[in-house]
Structure formats: C-alpha cells, structure tokens
C-alpha cells in the first residue's frame, strides 16, 4: 500500500483497495467466459495466466494488498477491530470469488490444449527404417572365408599401407625388377606404399606365426591402373598360402580345385597354365569351366568355356628364408585372386566399376 493510503483510516484504506482490485480487474474479467478464453492461442493464453497470476499475488499474496490490511486489525483499537476484521474478510472472499472462474478457465484451457498438442496415437502405424543389406563384394569375400575356414584355414586381416620391403623386396621383387612395373601403386613421401597385392601379408603371417601355417587374407589393394571396365585403382583380392612339411603342388591343385568346386559346384572343373611371378616357384595361373554355361562357351566366359581367376604357385625358397622360415624343412604353396571381377561375372555385370559408384538403385539389386 503506498504512502497515501497508509494515511488514510482503514475502512477507507479497505474501500480504496476494493476500487483499484476492481479497476484493474477490468483487464482479466472476460477471461472469466470459457467461450472467450477459447479464442487465444495456446501461448497468449500461457502470458495472460502469468499476468494474472501476479495480479491476483498483489492482492492475496503474502506481502499483498489483503495481508497489509489484516496488519492493521491488530493495530486498532478495540471497538473498531471486529467490524474492521468482517470488512477484510469480506474484501478477501469478494476478492476471492471473482478471481476463481479466471483460475478455472484459463487452467482449463491451458490443459486440454497442452495434452492435445502432446497426444501421440499408438495406434499409427510407425516409420519403418530403411533396412540395407551387405554389398555385393562383402557377400562373395564371406562366401569365400567360409568355404577356407571349413577347409581349415585361419583369415588374417593386415595393413593397407605398407614399406617397399613387404609389398616388393620380401616378395623376391627387388628395386629395378620388371615386374615392380606392372603392379605401380601409390607412394606417399615417407617411402610408404599402398600395397598393390595381398601377397605382402604371406611375410606378415610368416613372421608373426611361424611354420606351419595355412591363412588367407582377403583385403583391399591399389595399382595405377587406369579405370575400365575390367580395372579399378582399388580393388579386393583374397591371399592364400599354406605351409607344412612335404608341401607340393598337388595340395595346391587339390585345394583350389576344391575351393572352387564349394564355390561354383561340383561339376566345376579346374585348370592350370604354367605362369611367372617372381614370388613363386614354379609358378601358375587357374581357370575353372564357365559357371554358366559349364564349358560350352557363352557371353560370360567368351566363348573359350573358362574363366581365369587368379595366379598360384609354390612359395619361393628366398620369400621362406626372409619371412624366417627354413626352405630345408618346409615348402608351401600359394595363390592370389581377385574377387572384383569374380564378382562381376558371377552377376553379370560388365562393368566392375559400377561396384563402387555406390548407386543406390544399382546396389539394391543385390538385396
Ligand atoms: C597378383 O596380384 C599376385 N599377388 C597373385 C599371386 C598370389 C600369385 C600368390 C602367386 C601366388 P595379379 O597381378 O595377376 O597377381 O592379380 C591377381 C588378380 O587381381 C587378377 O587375376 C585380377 O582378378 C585382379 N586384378 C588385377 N588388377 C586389377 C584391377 N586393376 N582391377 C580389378 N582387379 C584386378
């Protein structure tokens, strides 16, 4: 209450406050008619609650209006305090039950439209999430690790990034060999390189592991090949290399017959062409009968009813002495293909590169 009403008697004090409740109540009193409150928005209605709020506090909030006036009950005299005391009690409840219906329709309107912004309906059917699936590559690399692991072998994943010494030199390619030409890669300024071949990772399992051992390693590879249909920068090949004592070329031959009598059926028939590479001893590229057309000739195969897939060959003594094993006690054979093209053929696709242009419209074929 403000120093001019303070002076004035209290009955007139009380008179004084009634008109200004009344006065400001002007403001708020259509809020009182639900129909009214109906028409404001959601957060109009939340600010005039809060406006009201603090309205109604001036008055019958602690430090408000109506507390002030029950201070000055106690402060009159005797004769005065009982009708001053009905005439603060009336205020209040006048107060009171004018305020009510504003309380009432604001919070209900507050209510309802809260809980009909934040409804949700259990029964909508949800948003089903795109479910993907394994990319071609993956699928026949899992396809060839199980037909290994149940063969015996263990898979060994290794580094992409290798020295000159595991992707060359340890693979009997020393600097200036013609055959370092046909497997350029890519060279960073520290004398590190892309590995061209999974071969490097023979030398790694050697070192790590030891005699005897069987292992392939599927991983990516990288050459300076120009793109074409038949050639990536990037592709897959799946290493494999087998070492024990008494190891000849007919567990090579026996092995990748078998693997590929797993993998394209039992009818499949396999061959081998004498073949160089400098890693192994005699050396061999393998073909296997057509899939398709199971050696007749077709598109697939071009007419010759055999599909070449990858080199092979006894591992050279000097790769065994570098990579720590001894060539008096052990031999071991191994091969190298590359399941792009594989891939390819068996989808007929004649185009490799389409495998990583990741279009989605090409790839969900492959579900
Ligand atoms: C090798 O890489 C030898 N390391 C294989 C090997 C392993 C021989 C063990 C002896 C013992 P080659 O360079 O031929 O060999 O490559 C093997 C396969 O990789 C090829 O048959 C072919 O399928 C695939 N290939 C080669 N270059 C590309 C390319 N640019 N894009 C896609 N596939 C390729």
């Known amino acids: 209450m403000t120093e001019n ?38 957060v ?10 603090e309205f109604c506090r001036r008055y019958t909030g602690k430090k408000g209006t109506i507390a002030s006036l029950k201070k000055l009950i106690g402060q009159s005299g005797p004769d005065k305090r009982a009708i001053l005391g009905s005439q603060v009690q ?33 029964t909508l059917p949800g948003r089903r999430p795109r479910r993907g699936h ?14 290994f692991v149940s063969l015996g072998y263990a898979i ?10 595991y992707n060359f030199d340890a ?27 999974t071969s490097t990772v023979q030398i790694h399992a050697m070192q790590r592991r030891g005699a005897p051992l069987r292992m392939i390693a599927p991983g990516r590879v990288f050459r300076r090949d120009t793109p074409d249909p038949t050639h990536n920068p990037m592709f897959f090949q799946v290493e ?6 008494g190891i000849t070329m007919a567990h090579l031959k026996g092995t990748v017959a078998e693997f590929l009598r797993r993998m394209f059926g039992a009818q499949t028939v396999t061959r081998f062409r004498p073949s160089y590479f400098p ?49 008096e006690i052990y031999s071991g054979f191994a091969f190298g293909l590359g399941i792009d093209r594989m891939c390819a053929l068996m989808y007929g696709l004649d185009d490799i590169r389409l495998l990583f242009e990741n279009d989605v419209r090409f790839l969900e074929q492959f579900d």
């Not at 494999?240 to 004592?245: A, I, Q, T």
């Open 5 to 42: 009403t303070s002076q004035q008697d209290p009955k007139t004090q009380v008179e004084t406050a009634r008109k200004a409740f009344e006065e400001e109540f002007e403001d708020f009193v259509r809020l009182g008619d639900y129909a009214e409150v109906l028409k404001l928005p959601l």
């Open 44 to 53: 109009e209605a939340l600010l005039k609650r809060k406006e009201f709020e």
């Open 90 to 122: 009336q205020l209040e409840k006048w107060i009171s039950d004018r305020t009510n219906q504003v309380h009432y329709s604001l919070s209900a309107y507050i209510q309802q439209s809260q809980l009909e912004r934040d409804r949700i309906d259990v």
């Open 134 to 147: 394994i990319h071609p590559i993956t699928r026949l690399r899992e396809r060839v690790e199980d037909i």
């Open 156 to 165: 060994e994943d290794d580094r992409e990034i290798e020295t000159d010494f």
């Open 171 to 197: 693979l009997n390619i020393p600097a200036n060999h013609p055959a370092r030409a046909s497997q350029d890669t890519f060279y960073t300024t520290e004398g590190f390189a892309l590995r061209s071949q």
């Open 240 to 245: 494999g290399l087998c070492v024990d004592r």
């Open 279 to 327: 890693f192994t001893e005699p050396s061999a590229e393998f073909d296997f009968s057509c899939f398709k057309c199971g050696g007749r000739g077709c598109r697939i195969c071009k007419q010759s009813g055999w599909i070449e897939l990858g080199g092979s060959g006894m591992v050279h003594p000097n790769v065994l002495r570098i990579a720590g094993v001894d060539p």
